[in-house]
């Protein structure tokens, strides 16, 4: 569940919203500002002016911050550059988060990762190409898709991703937005979110809710 209480951080004002476990929602709208608000907010960084943020049944901003750290492995982040970590090769990326906290062993999350790839339409020799990579020699496509593969392997229960299709082909979106909607499927009860801009991307996104955020 994430419930939203009143919360004014920047350009947010007084925003409340609540989805519940189980389903998607989408929430939009036309400000960046707004969007890189929510995200920060959302991810742990942004403490709110005022208002409450609940998700997975626990205020996300009472905790100390060592405590918040261990709420913070059950909400996995997806940012719209990837997120990824640059003097790492994306191997690395991948699999660090998930071994450090305890998700899983590099050799068990490896043949899920072959497989999420396979899934996103890379071969066997453009999966090895793309593991020896930093995140400059990347595209934006697969920056996003490393996200979101590095996400899944920490098997959160609410998942939030950042303008996951803006800026993407219509075959690339369509492969990521594949991924994301079938790992929600996986586990009941889980939450996933979809922050986006206005634009046709986002319209490809069918959700459960739709919040449209005012300016």
Request: proline share 5%; aromatic share 6%; hydrophobic share 40%.
């Amino acid at each position: 569940m994430i419930r939203f209480d009143r919360v004014s951080a920047g350009t947010l004002r007084a925003l409340s919203f609540e989805v519940a476990s189980g389903t998607s929602a989408k929430i939009l709208s036309a400000s960046e500002d707004q969007m890189r608000e929510l995200f920060a907010v959302c991810s742990g960084v942004r403490r709110p002016d005022t208002g409450h943020v609940y998700m997975v049944d626990s205020d996300v901003y009472a905790p100390p911050p060592d405590e918040r750290m261990l709420l913070f492995r059950r909400i996995g982040m997806v940012p719209e550059s990837g997120g990824l970590i640059s003097n790492l090769k994306t191997w690395e990326n991948l699999i660090l988060p998930s071994w450090y906290h305890g998700a899983r062993s590099p050799t068990d999350a490896e043949s899920e990762v072959l497989a999420l790839f396979r899934e996103a339409g890379l071969n066997e020799e453009q999966v090895q190409n793309l593991m020896c990579k930093r995140p400059d020699e990347l595209t934006k496509y697969e920056k996003r898709l490393v996200a979101v593969i590095r996400a899944i392997l920490m098997d959160p229960d609410v998942l939030i991703y950042d303008s996951l299709l803006t800026g993407l082909d219509r075959e690339a979106a369509g492969r990521l937005l594949k991924l994301a909607q079938e790992f929600h499927n996986k586990k009941p009860g889980r939450v996933s979110v979809y922050l986006c801009p206005e634009d046709a991307a986002a319209a490809r996104i069918h959700t459960d809710q739709t919040v449209t955020l005012k300016n």
